[in-house]
């Protein structure tokens, strides 16, 4: 089951493709125009996605911690819990809305990677599975011909058809037997007739034919002529190469070249560009995206933390399990887009209460950094203290009160001691009067 990915190849895909390369025949420009078709049509559902994404990652630690309240508080009624986590929901939005998009457009991307994959970028595999029986058991089988899935193949440029294997005597095959694979289109034709009707395009799309199981059960020729051995299961596959596999584009040296390193050894520099870019444009991607909300949330910066090695382990993936040019200039160019997308909307305003909290925690944030250390003297609303000598005997005694320089706080100070030296020559005023 394909989820209608071979629908929208075979259907929307090359359409578009064929149309672009008649504008202007290049395959490289093609994949190009193509690519920016689809991300222009998915602009809407990834948009969504990514505001959803940017809500989320300012709310999220307060909707968790509201939510944890919520369910202590009600952990003895699921009803009342579940009317107030709908609230959250609708005054924060719900965390898996942005998921719809992204599930929505999978099965385009896929089909759209898929055409990239296939003809006329990459050789096309057509297998098919056959049984090989005992002489006397195959007289107890029912014999009908066997046909494949079909696959889109290119025989020229701009000309492809959806072309099957066909085994006319059926799946199964006695011991000793002999039988011939072909070739065919939907429309009964043979590949070998396509071949002579294109060939004034120079094209050569000669099927190499081999069996990938079962090697010591059966034995096949060039033309696809299979001579059954022993009993067994075996699978035959025929491979059509791709006739734009060999072109270029730009610093591409071919769109079907696969790897970083060659069969000889030589460094395949276009393809290890685009590897680098791929992931130093994921790696903007991403801090774009993590600079759109507040900072603070521990979780939030732990994941932010492992995110960091995201690029490098997508880019790693490449070199171990190696894609044609032609894919990874796709991956290149809709990564690229994505960016700017979300460059784009992280410049957009913030709805009012979540805009509350990033002023909130960029508050809370900047007290934090400033409440970690004393206050220093030259700092405003320090206070000037003058550092005086310690004296001793008759002359400390009639001093009141150390000296301070006239200001605001030096007023009130000297006040005081105004006052306490009033109320003691008071109560002596008082003591001589009672002994007279």
């Known amino acids: 089951m394909d989820f209608g990915i071979g629908f929208l190849s075979n259907n929307v895909m090359l359409p578009i493709l064929d149309f672009f390369y008649g504008i202007v025949p290049s395959y490289g420009l093609a994949i190009v125009a193509l690519t920016l078709v689809i991300r222009f049509a998915l602009y809407p559902l990834n948009a969504g996605s990514i505001r959803n994404m940017r809500k989320m990652k300012i709310a ?14 009600y952990k003895d009624d699921p009803v009342k819990q579940q009317e107030e986590i709908k609230g959250i929901y609708s005054e924060f939005g719900n965390p898996l809305a942005g998921c719809f998009p992204v599930v929505l457009q999978m099965p385009i991307l896929f089909a759209l ?16 599975n056959l049984k090989i029986l005992p002489q006397e058991a195959i007289e107890q089988v029912e014999q009908a011909p066997l046909t494949t899935k079909p696959s889109n193949i290119f025989v020229a440029d701009g000309e492809h058809f959806q072309v099957s294997a066909v085994v006319p005597t059926g799946g199964t095959l006695a011991i000793g037997e002999t039988t011939k694979v072909e070739l065919r289109s939907v429309d009964n034709k043979s590949l070998d007739d396509l071949r002579i009707e294109y060939a004034e395009e120079g094209v050569d799309i000669t099927p190499k034919w081999e069996i990938t199981k079962g090697q010591e059960l059966a034995e096949v020729q060039p033309d696809g002529t299979i001579k059954a051995l022993a009993p067994g299961d075996i699978t035959i596959q025929a491979e059509v190469p791709g006739l734009a596999a060999d072109k270029g584009f730009l610093f591409i040296e071919k769109l079907g070249q696969i790897g970083v390193q060659g069969e000889n050894g030589e460094i395949h520099w276009d393809i290890l560009f685009m590897i680098v870019f791929f992931g130093l444009s994921l790696y903007v991607s991403q801090q774009i995206t993590q600079g759109s909300g507040p900072a603070g949330d521990e979780k939030q910066d732990q994941q932010q933390a492992i995110a960091k090695f995201t690029p490098i382990i997508f880019s790693g993936m490449f070199l171990f399990f190696p894609l044609p040019a032609g894919v990874l200039m796709y991956m290149v160019i809709a990564n690229v887009f994505q960016t700017a997308q979300s460059f784009i909307l992280s410049r957009e305003p913030l709805p009012e209460n979540l805009q509350k909290l990033v002023d909130a925690q960029e508050a809370k944030q900047s007290r934090a950094d400033g409440s970690g250390r004393g206050q220093l003297a030259f700092e405003p609303g320090s206070a000037k203290k003058t550092p005086t000598k310690a004296t001793s005997g008759p002359k400390a005694s009639a001093k009141n009160s150390v000296k301070i320089k006239p200001n605001s706080a030096g007023k009130g100070i000297e006040k005081a001691d105004a006052d306490k030296s009033d109320s003691k020559s008071n109560s002596e005023k008082k003591v001589s009067k009672k002994k007279a």
């Open 60 to 73: 999220n630690p307060l909707m968790q911690k509201r939510m944890a309240e919520i369910k202590e508080r």
């Open 113 to 128: 990677f898929a055409t990239l994959r296939g003809s006329p970028f990459a050789e096309t595999n057509l297998p098919v």
